[in-house]
């Protein structure tokens, strides 16, 4: 079944989040992962706390797919470069 992720990202490191772009792309492809929207202008419209810089929809073909890329060795350093980045949070839906 088809399954989503929220993905936030305040980036304080703008050189760092552009290099993690390049090698992002690769590594969503490996694994199916189709980016729905991006967003640099989002809005808290009810809770705290202030907006994230990047804020993505990821669809995926499954829960197990979306594991499986967050999960995968070999992309790893593609993770650790979003965070290098800045705060990012990733939500399963």
Do not use: C
Not at 15 to 44: C, N, W
């Amino acid at each position: 079944m088809t399954t989503y992720a929220l993905v936030t990202v305040t980036v304080n490191d703008g050189e760092k989040f552009a290099a993690y772009r390049e090698a992002a792309g690769p590594a969503m492809a490996k694994h199916g992962v189709t980016p729905l929207a991006v967003s640099r202008g989002a809005q808290i419209l009810e809770g705290e706390g202030a907006a994230p810089n990047v804020t993505v929809i990821l669809q995926f073909e499954s829960r197990e797919t979306a594991l499986g890329w967050i999960n995968d060795p070999e992309i790893a350093h593609v993770h650790k470069m979003r965070n290098d980045a800045g705060q990012s949070r990733i939500i399963l839906m």
